[in-house]
T-cell receptor
Framework: DAKTTQPPSMDCAEGRAANLPCNHS???????VYWYRQIHSQGPQYIIH???NNETNEMASLIITEDRKSSTLILPHATLRDTAVYYC?????????????FGGGTRLMVKP | DTAVSQTPKYLVTQMGNDKSIKCEQNLGHDTMYWYKQDSKKFLKIMFSYNNKELIINETVPNRFSPKSPDKAHLNLHINSLELGDSAVYFC??????????FGEGSRLTVL
């Protein structure tokens, strides 16, 4: 699976959009981009994933560049409860299921 | 009703002991996993298991063994515990390539 690079930390004001970048310049054509987050002392939580097209769900939007070398997770209206570590993962789905490899992630601090 | 539940939530034990952490999922998923999160907060995959195949991360010592009595359970057995085994262990499940659902974690402290 391709390596991903994320900034170690970011701040965001409550109510504003949080834009979390991720670089995955070596991603292959059949690798998906997954985003998970881990709120303090809890298990990781799935947010969203995509292959080529932009995706949106009730939690967030995922914007993937046309060359697929980077992506951005957008939390449209960040709340204090969105403070967490956000992980971007490139993964090829195969018969082994989802053997996610987590990197260091981005620690997002949402401030009042 | 918790989707992925682990017990115990906290476990404190002495070096050299053997211990188990239990995991149950009520989602009907076909694949279960164990992850380890160390003191530096890195999450590492240990095992992936469905009723056909066990995939082991080659860095996991053979003192660790997953055991699945049925499709809804994947327990983690650890023999001859060492100080470095102290960590938070997370169980997870998925249906095929779908999203992973994680449990709340089991914090193991080896003294």
């Amino acid at each position: 699976d391709a390596k991903t690079t994320q900034p170690p930390s970011m701040d965001c004001a409550e109510g504003r959009a949080a834009n979390l970048p991720c670089n995955h310049s070596t991603i292959s054509g059949n690798e998906y981009v997954y985003w998970y987050r881990q709120i303090h002392s809890q298990g990781p939580q799935y947010i969203i994933h995509g292959l080529k097209n932009n995706e949106t769900n009730e939690m967030a939007s995922l914007i993937i560049t046309e060359d697929r070398k980077s992506s951005t997770l957008i939390l449209p209206h960040a709340t204090l409860r969105d403070t967490a570590v956000y992980y971007c993962i490139a993964l090829m789905n195969n018969n082994a299921g989802n053997m996610l490899t987590f990197g260091g992630g981005t620690r997002l601090m949402v401030k009042p | 009703d918790t989707a992925v539940s682990q017990t115990p939530k906290y476990l404190v034990t002495q070096m050299g002991n053997d211990k188990s952490i239990k995991c149950e999922q009520n989602l009907g998923h076909d694949t279960m996993y164990w992850y380890k999160q160390d003191s530096k907060k890195f999450l590492k995959i240990m095992f992936s298991y469905n009723n056909k195949e066990l995939i082991i991360n080659e860095t996991v010592p053979n003192r660790f063994s997953p055991k699945s009595p049925d499709k809804a359970h994947l327990n983690l057995h650890i023999n001859s515990l060492e100080l470095g085994d102290s960590a938070v262990y997370f169980c997870a499940s998925s249906q095929g390539f779908g999203e992973l659902f994680f449990g709340e974690g089991s914090r193991l402290t080896v003294l």
